[in-house]
């Protein structure tokens, strides 16, 4: 049991135990586990009610930056829960690579093709993602491809916004609750620019420079072959007299990246999604 060691609204306890006792009425549970704060309670709050019956599954990719694949197994293994990983080819599908506006439901149906399977081999009754109620608000097509697959998403059903899902994690006093979305580096390209692995890890070495000069959150966006650089609007005057211009610059060019460039406007998640009309 994790121990609740901060206060929580009336609203946020009920939906915890809300969750708690969906999770102690099933069988077993397949959680597809991304490592982000979403999908790492879903898992958490399984493990917790059911032990060895739930399992956390993780789809690794070129898409899925090394860093991101490291915390989630370290995540999995502060939690105490079994954590598989399974091998994606969304890469090799053009639904996928020539980066349409509908990606994410190429991606989520090679994902849950795997999940799916896996809990039926090893005899895990469902299989549950980390879908939140705000993400039902927002241009997401990997959630229709989750239905499809019969994906069960209990965030969403009880109705956890982002900030509910901070703020239990908080007091349940897991350590990344404060941790910053990172959505895969796919989501760097606008739409229509074609993905390859090599523009992928382009882009993950990027990020990877930026974050080790001190700034946590970061987009590199792939224009072709200019960089955009988004980072947080409270950081730029940071970013700005931090960096070394003229190193990052060489770095970037040695990418591959002919032109690099900073965003003004500061981070905004899905900015890309504007094209949509």
């Given at each position: 049991?994790?121990?609740?060691l901060?206060?929580?609204s009336?609203?946020?306890?009920?939906?915890?135990?809300?969750?708690?006792?969906?999770?102690?009425?099933?069988?077993?549970?397949?959680?597809?586990y991304s490592?982000?704060v979403?999908?790492?309670l879903?898992?958490s709050?399984?493990?917790?009610?059911?032990?060895?019956?739930?399992?956390?599954?993780?789809?690794?990719?070129?898409?899925?930056?090394?860093?991101?694949?490291?915390?989630?197994?370290?995540q999995?293994?502060?939690?105490?829960?079994?954590?598989?990983?399974?091998?994606?080819?969304?890469?090799?599908?053009?639904?996928?690579?020539?980066?349409?506006?509908?990606?994410?439901?190429?991606?989520?149906?090679?994902?849950?093709?795997?999940?799916?399977?896996?809990?039926?081999?090893?005899?895990y009754?469902?299989?549950?993602?980390?879908?939140?109620?705000d993400?039902?608000?927002?241009?997401?097509?990997?959630?229709?491809?989750?239905k499809?697959?019969?994906?069960?998403?209990?965030?969403a059903k009880?109705?956890?916004?982002?900030?509910?899902?901070?703020?239990i994690?908080?007091?349940?006093?897991?350590?990344?609750?404060?941790?910053?979305?990172?959505?895969?580096?796919s989501?760097?390209?606008?739409?229509?620019?074609?993905?390859?692995?090599?523009?992928?890890?382009?882009?993950?070495?990027?990020?990877e420079?930026?974050?080790?000069?001190?700034?946590?959150?970061?987009?590199?966006?792939?224009?072709?072959?200019?960089?955009?650089?988004?980072?947080?609007?409270?950081?730029?005057?940071?970013?700005?007299?931090?960096?070394?211009?003229?190193?990052?610059?060489?770095?970037?060019?040695?990418?591959?990246?002919?032109?690099?460039?900073?965003?003004?406007?500061?981070?905004?998640?899905?900015?890309?999604?504007?094209?949509?009309?």
């Amino acid at each position: 049991m994790f121990y609740q060691l901060e206060i929580l609204s009336d609203e946020q306890n009920e939906k915890l135990q809300t969750i708690r006792n969906f999770f102690k009425n099933l069988n077993s549970v397949c959680v597809a586990y991304s490592g982000g704060v979403d999908s790492t309670l879903v898992a958490s709050l399984a493990f917790e009610q059911l032990g060895s019956k739930a399992i956390a599954v993780t789809g690794v990719s070129p898409a899925l930056a090394k860093t991101l694949l490291c915390e989630a197994k370290s995540q999995a293994k502060w939690i105490g829960i079994q954590h598989l990983e399974i091998e994606t080819s969304e890469l090799e599908q053009s639904s996928y690579s020539k980066n349409p506006k509908n990606r994410c439901f190429a991606c989520k149906k090679e994902l849950h093709k795997h999940t799916t399977y896996l809990s039926e081999t090893l005899n895990y009754k469902i299989v549950c993602d980390g879908v939140n109620r705000d993400d039902l608000n927002d241009f997401r097509p990997g959630i229709q491809a989750a239905k499809e697959a019969g994906v069960i998403s209990p965030l969403a059903k009880f109705n956890f916004t982002k900030k509910d899902i901070r703020d239990i994690s908080k007091a349940l006093g897991f350590p990344w609750w404060d941790k910053p979305a990172q959505p895969c580096l796919s989501s760097r390209f606008p739409y229509g620019h074609q993905i390859t692995n090599q523009r992928l890890n382009m882009v993950e070495k990027a990020e990877e420079y930026i974050k080790k000069g001190g700034i946590s959150e970061v987009r590199v966006r792939c224009h072709g072959s200019t960089a955009r650089i988004e980072i947080p609007q409270d950081e730029l005057k940071r970013f700005c007299k931090d960096f070394d211009f003229h190193e990052l610059i060489g770095y970037f060019s040695n990418l591959g990246f002919n032109c690099t460039s900073l965003d003004l406007e500061g981070l905004i998640s899905g900015k890309l999604n504007r094209t949509i009309s």
